[in-house]
């Protein structure tokens, strides 16, 4: 370990003690962040199980890199933990994780963030911690037990649990898969899983628990949970996986395939069992049960295989072959033993395959096996270093199996020699049951009296080989060049005697001429004579002798019968049409797609297309030149052509004469892009229907299409109804104003009639009030006078409301807009009322601002307002209450008049009273009054631009604010 590595560990170590962090991380994890670098310098077994691929620090979330620079920049306390939830994983399936954050000093001085998570965190996650790692203890010796070869290694999976996402065709055949699935596969698998199907998988890669997985794919229906246990990458073991798949239909509905995710628990591994069928996978010999030990007589009928036992410190066991105990050799036995180099003591003497005069008949290709013949496979793995019952009857099918030579990569073994049995000791050897080792393959054992078998463990009966060699495929095993094993089915039908003859003969390089894909299909072998065979083959990984290996099998292309030897230009014609067959089917896929995306959007536009039909509004589609390309439904019902009529004429043939030169224009707008083509609000246009007649219509066009030939959408609503009522508010509006003026001129009409007579009447009175042409004798006369007088001026005051009113309504009320002091007029108005508030014993006051700016007003009708407001308030306010008229500059800059009494008050619904004309609030006191007062206020204060609101609360006061806007202030 570097420097810099023994710092982090030392810091770990620190940090692992710290009194904050240790009861938090205690079976969890801990990390620590480097500020300088914005990485994790440190990890626990826990943190690194939680963070799996994303240890680094760069490969943490961006959003989780910021906040642990500003917790390890001061945020994070250094005396107590700070709870903060970070997500310290990329991707969809990334959670939040609760840590404790705390500052620590390292030894150098620096600031270090710890980041500590606790075990039930890590239980929530699903995350388990690897145990630290346990001795092995010594090997037993050989002489007591039989060991296996040892075990690799497994390296524990950084992430207790991998999702990965999946898709696959109609044809079950893989088209996407995430890259997480490298985790569980390994790279190079997952490279080539792409274009693999599910059935290829089943058995070889894949072991289908429930066995319904191809149904569940079959069907349209969406599927979850559904346990299979994946091979790992390398490791004859697998992981438990749960797949989830939902069905993606095409534009028929029909099936095109299914997407889903699947859930590995990469802490449940468990042995993964080797394929048992040559079309659905590798066939490697598999751990099975212990068989029965053979008798004596299978011993002596079954065929040898020698084995080389002088190595005892290799650690691996041969692999093919079964230890035996035996009985301690004597002396005499163990001198006569004969060195392991020595010529003939490693190899039996085999039948040479080039002797045979007609090549093994191949069973033809099949997608699937039959299912006696899937049985027989199964009972062949379950059989593995056993004889299978009845081989000693009748003639085989085959000709004799040749033993199985071992590999010199285990020629040695890891077990002393046992001593052999005395020579008058023979039946109590025999008696003894041997004990198969499940990992390797029989040998058969040679007798105690023979002479030429070297001294050394028994030798079994090679009987998996007998069932291995009569299969009708042929099957090798290989490691890069080195061929492991080949049976006596590829031995003959490529002339060679034995592995040891294929093996000198060139190995795996000179034996495969060529292939057309890298996972099998057709290829090309070349036997011991140079002549070159086609066959079907099945290429799939396999572990041998705990290493990974590579299992072929070869079958006849064709369907059976003798396998023709072929010349190099048949070979090359085939391997030709090999590729060409390829490519046809490649060609063939992408019609299909390029199909069922042409289906796909034709639907689309099918759909599109019914979907206008539908609209109530009728779509015009017009080329740049404004010709009619196409019309929906709607648009044939609105203008009466059949689109075919109308295809290729200007589309101002559907306007009338007076609309050709606006939906023109509108179009050339569009052409050229500018501010016509951006502020896009629609013309109103008149059609020419063809059964004769307008229709009004609101058109509004857009781009539709870019390029050599660019194309307009005109989208047509019908307006008929919206111009009928339009023109019905139209009539409605014209008959109110006239109402309006009638009602003014009858109005004037009448103040002017009234306004003589009233004149004189007063007049009159005032003069015989005053006695200027003699005295009145009875005080009777004089009161009558009085009231003549007053009632003359209530009357002609009506008349003058009215009028005003009338004129305002109308719009033709005379004002003269001059700098008017509002100040000044509210003093006046108060010194004028000030003796009828005195008399009803209200106090009326003023408080005005007195640097109030002048405003832009009419001031008669101000000074109206002023008074009738003052008036009003006085009049209903009780005796010793108070009426306040003030004046202000808001902040808006805007001038305001306030009056504020302290009077009876009014709710919401008797303001809305008392501002309709002729209508008075109904109160216990009798005030008078002709009910004009506020309604020609509120007039007068909007004459003059100006806004009034009026706030009142029952037997509590009302407030009138009279507002004049900044435009209409001066400055001052």
Not at 506 to 531: E, F, N, P, Q
Not at 819 to 842: D, K, Y
């Amino acid at each position: 370990m570097s420097e810099p590595g023994q710092d982090w560990a030392m810091q770990g170590t620190d940090a692992a003690k710290d009194a904050a962090l240790a009861p938090f991380i205690a079976d969890g994890a801990l990390m620590l962040w480097d500020q300088k670098t914005s990485r994790v310098g440190f990890v626990n077994a826990g943190a690194e199980a939680l963070l799996g691929q994303h240890v680094d620090g760069p490969s943490l979330p961006a959003p989780t890199r910021s906040r642990l620079a500003l917790l390890a920049g001061g945020l994070a306390p250094r005396d107590h933990l700070r709870l903060e939830r970070l997500r310290l994983t990329a991707g969809f399936t990334a959670t939040l994780v609760t840590c404790g954050c705390k500052l620590l000093t390292g030894a150098d001085g620096q600031q270090i963030l710890a980041i500590a998570i606790a075990p039930s965190e890590l239980r929530r996650l699903g995350i388990t911690v690897p145990p630290a790692p346990i001795a092995v203890p010594p090997a037993i010796p050989a002489a007591t037990v039989a060991s296996p070869a040892p075990a690799r290694a497994i390296a524990a999976s950084k992430r207790a649990t991998v999702r990965f996402v999946w898709q696959s065709d109609a044809d079950g055949r893989f088209t996407s898969l995430s890259p997480d699935i490298a985790e569980i596969v390994g790279a190079d698998a997952a490279a080539s899983l792409i274009g693999r199907s599910w059935l290829e998988l089943i058995d070889c890669d894949l072991l289908d628990r429930e066995g319904s997985l191809i149904q569940r794919l079959a069907s349209a229906a969406t599927w979850s949970g559904h346990p299979v246990l994946w091979r790992t990458a390398g490791l004859a073991e697998g992981v438990r996986v749960e797949l989830s798949g939902v069905p993606v239909l095409d534009a028929k509905r029909d099936l095109a395939g299914f997407r889903g995710f699947g859930l590995a628990r990469m802490i449940e591994r468990e042995p993964f069992p080797l394929p048992t069928s040559a079309s659905d996978g590798p066939m490697a010999p598999a751990s099975a049960s212990v068989p029965p030990a053979p008798t004596t007589n299978d011993v002596d009928s079954a065929p040898l295989i020698a084995e080389s036992s002088d190595s005892a410190g290799e650690g691996e066991a041969p692999e093919i072959g079964v230890d035996v105990p035996a009985t301690e050799p004597t002396p005499a036995a163990r001198s006569e033993t004969p060195p392991p180099n020595e010529a003939g003591a490693n190899v039996v003497p085999l039948r040479n395959g080039h002797l045979t005069a007609v090549r093994p008949v191949l069973e033809p290709s099949k997608a699937l096996l039959t299912s006696a013949e899937r049985n027989a496979f199964r009972e062949i793995a379950k059989a593995l270093g056993a004889r299978i019952a009845g081989d000693d009857e009748g003639e085989p099918r085959l000709p004799p199996a040749a033993p199985l030579r071992l590999s010199d990569e285990v020629s040695r073994s890891d077990r002393p020699a046992p001593e052999p049995a005395k020579p008058n000791d023979t039946t109590a050897a025999e008696s003894k049951p041997p004990a198969a080792d499940v990992s390797s393959v029989s040998e058969p054992a040679p007798s105690a009296d023979t002479p030429s078998a070297p001294a050394g463990r028994q030798r079994l009966p090679n009987s998996h080989a007998d069932v291995l060699d009569r299969l009708p495929v042929a099957v090798l095993v290989n490691r890069g060049d080195e061929p492991l094993y080949a049976n006596r089915t590829l031995l003959d039908l490529l002339d060679y005697a034995d592995l040891a003859d294929l093996t000198s003969g060139g190995g795996i390089s000179r034996m495969i001429k060529g292939a057309a894909r890298a996972d099998g299909g057709t290829m090309i072998l070349v036997d011991r004579t140079g002549h070159l065979v086609s066959v079907d083959a099945r290429l799939s990984s396999v572990s041998w002798q705990g290493e990974p290996a590579t299992l072929m099998a070869f079958r006849h292309p064709d369907g059976g019968g003798e396998v023709k030897a072929l010349t190099e230009e048949e070979a090359e014609e085939a391997e030709l049409a090999a590729e060409f067959e390829a490519e046809e089917a490649e060609i063939a896929a992408r019609v299909d797609a390029l199909r069922l995306d042409i289906d796909a959007r034709e639907a689309r536009i099918s759909e599109m297309i019914a979907v206008l039909d539908t609209a109530t509004d009728g779509v015009v589609t017009v080329d740049e030149r404004g010709r009619i390309l196409s019309l929906n439904k709607t648009a044939e019902a609105l203008f009466g052509y059949d689109q075919r009529e109308v295809s290729g004429e200007l589309f101002t043939l559907l306007f009338a004469p007076e609309s050709h030169a606006p939906a023109l224009d509108y179009l050339e707008g569009l052409k050229g892009g500018g501010v016509a083509s951006v502020m896009n609000d629609g013309r109103e246009v008149m059609a020419r229907v063809r059964q004769g007649g307008r229709i009004p219509l609101f058109m509004t066009m857009g781009q539709i299409a870019d390029g050599a030939e660019r194309r307009f959408c005109a989208v047509l609503r019908d307006i008929t109804a919206w111009k009928k009522t339009e023109g019905e508010l139209v009539e409605a509006r014209k008959a109110a104003e006239k109402a309006s003026a009638q009602k003014s001129d009858v109005l004037a009409k009448i103040s002017h009639e009234i306004r003589t007579p009233l004149n004189a009447i007063i007049g009159f009175a005032e003069v015989m009030a005053e006695e200027r042409f003699g005295p009145i004798a009875n005080e009777r006369y004089k009161e009558y006078l009085r009231d003549i007088h007053q009632s003359g001026g209530y009357v002609i005051s009506l008349v003058n409301d009215l009028l005003d009113l009338a004129k305002i309504e109308a719009g033709k009320l005379d004002l003269d807009f001059v700098s008017v002091n509002l100040n000044e007029i509210a003093l006046s108005v108060v010194n004028l009322l000030q003796p009828e508030a005195q008399r009803g014993r209200v106090v009326l006051r003023s408080g005005l601002s007195p640097k109030l700016p002048p405003v832009v007003a009419d001031q008669r009708s101000i000074r109206q307002i002023v008074i009738n407001l003052l008036s009003n308030a006085v009049k209903f306010t009780d005796a010793g209450g108070q009426v306040i008229v003030s004046t202000a500059l808001g902040d808006q800059g805007e001038a305001i008049l306030r009056v504020r009494d302290t009077g009876i008050g009014m709710d919401d619904s008797e303001i809305a009273m008392a501002l309709e004309p002729f209508r008075q609030v109904p109160t216990t006191r009798r005030a008078g009054g002709t009910g004009l007062g506020l309604p020609l206020t509120k007039a007068l204060v909007e004459a003059n631009r100006a806004a009034m609101t009026i706030t009142s609360v029952k037997k509590e006061g009302t407030l009138v604010e009279i507002t004049f806007p900044p435009q209409r202030v001066l400055a001052g």
